[in-house]
């Protein structure tokens, strides 16, 4: 059987990110890399947005950037602007095209379908495959979104909705979430926090049916694609292994606030190929302990209080836009922080804390 210097198991945004991090800056030149991933092809499944708080290898990959958005609740809209870490959106078909086109030049790269296909003992493991399981107590963020053609220009592709938290809650958090790529193309998707099988959510299509047509009075469009999916919002038990790494959700990458994954994934990777030649030794890679702190009170707060969130997000976009936009990307400082805290309702939190 074929044994390699590394073995990245999942060929998805985090498998993926790495392998790429690794080939541009040469470390597979004399070392040998397996890739398992099982699907037959690839094509476009997600749109990663995010705000560019940091510099990536995808700016290639981008679909389209915005420097202003809105968050609305019931009666209120709050316009905001990003001009300084304009928001960008992913196309994932864009990304998946061009690593898969540059990792196949080198001799060293090598993919398979299954893991039982090489022998792993010698390699050191990086992993972005879940086993999560499925627990009644725990918190996922759920969304599907249709990318909707129309006929007409009907959207301001300058401005993208953030949250729209108007709309029903059913007691958990919901909101739409309206990306305009042109004026008359937008990816528009229904989010909902809630426990991983809650069916009383899942009527998806139903709620962006009724959405588009009564509140975006837009009637006549066709669905040029979709996307489905889930990101769990619990810390995921991330124990150092002597020759495997998690990586991506399963190495603990994603804001449980806000369910953002694709920065850090690609902080992780630039962490892992600086640190490669000693990697089994130095720490893990983790989102600092002030966002995880912080975050594990406000989804204790969220769960308790689902009713109270739209206001509580609302709330947060008082604070400088600035600062709550480094604050939901893990580049605030403590003047910032200070800030976003302060906008929230004590009691709750503080209720939170000791329960
Ligand atoms: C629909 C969707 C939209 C998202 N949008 C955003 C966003 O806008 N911004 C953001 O920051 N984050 C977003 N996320 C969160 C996060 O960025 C993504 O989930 C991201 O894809 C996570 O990367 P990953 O590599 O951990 O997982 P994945 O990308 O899911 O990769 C895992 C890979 O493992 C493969 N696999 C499965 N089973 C096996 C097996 N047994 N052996 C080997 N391989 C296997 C899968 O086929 C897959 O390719 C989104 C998530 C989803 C689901």
């Known amino acids: 059987m074929k044994e390699f210097d590394y073995v990245i198991i999942g060929g998805g945004c985090a498998g993926l990110s790495l392998a790429y991090e690794l ?21 476009r499944d997600k749109s990663w947005s995010f705000w560019k708080v940091t510099s990536h290898n995808f700016s290639d990959c981008i679909k389209k950037s915005w420097k202003n958005f809105t968050i609305n609740i019931s009666n209120n809209t709050k316009y905001l602007e990003c001009s300084k870490t ?71 592709d300058e401005i993208f909705n953030l949250m729209d938290f108007d709309c029903e809650q059913k007691n958990k958090v919901h909101f739409f979430y309206t990306l305009p790529f042109s004026k008359n193309k937008a990816l528009i998707e229904t989010t909902w926090i809630s426990e991983l099988n809650d069916k009383s959510i899942m009527d998806y299509e139903k709620q962006i049916t009724n959405y588009l047509n009564d509140r975006l009075k837009i009637k006549k469009y066709k669905i040029n694609y979709s996307e489905k999916g889930a990101i769990p919002l619990f810390q995921i038990n991330n124990l150092k292994k002597l020759n495997q790494i998690n990586i991506g959700t399963v190495g603990g990458m994603t804001r449980l606030s806000t369910g953002y994954t694709f920065l850090n994934i690609q902080e992780q990777c630039k962490y892992i190929r600086e640190n490669i030649k000693n990697i089994q030794k130095v720490k893990l890679f983790q989102i600092n302990k002030k966002y995880r702190f912080f975050d594990e009170i406000f989804l204790k707060v969220l769960r308790k209080n689902p009713e109270k969130m739209p206001n509580i997000f609302y709330k947060m976009f008082e604070s400088k836009t600035e600062t709550v936009i480094n604050f939901l990307s893990n580049t605030s400082n403590i003047f910032e922080d200070f800030s976003i805290v302060n906008k929230m309702p004590k009691w709750i939190f503080i209720k939170a804390l000791f329960n």
């Open 86 to 156: 304009p928001y960008q959106t992913i196309d994932s078909g864009l990304f998946y095209e061009k690593i898969i086109n540059k990792l196949k030049l080198n001799e060293n790269i090598f993919f398979f379908k299954n893991i039982n296909e090489i022998n792993t003992q010698n390699s050191i493991l990086f992993n972005s495959v879940s086993d999560i399981s499925d627990d009644k107590h725990k918190l996922w963020q759920h969304f599907y979104g249709i990318e909707i053609e129309t006929d007409k220009k009907i959207f301001d």
């Open 23 to 43: 080939e541009i800056h040469n470390k597979l030149i004399d070392k040998k890399l397996a890739i398992i991933e099982p699907r037959e092809d690839y094509k």
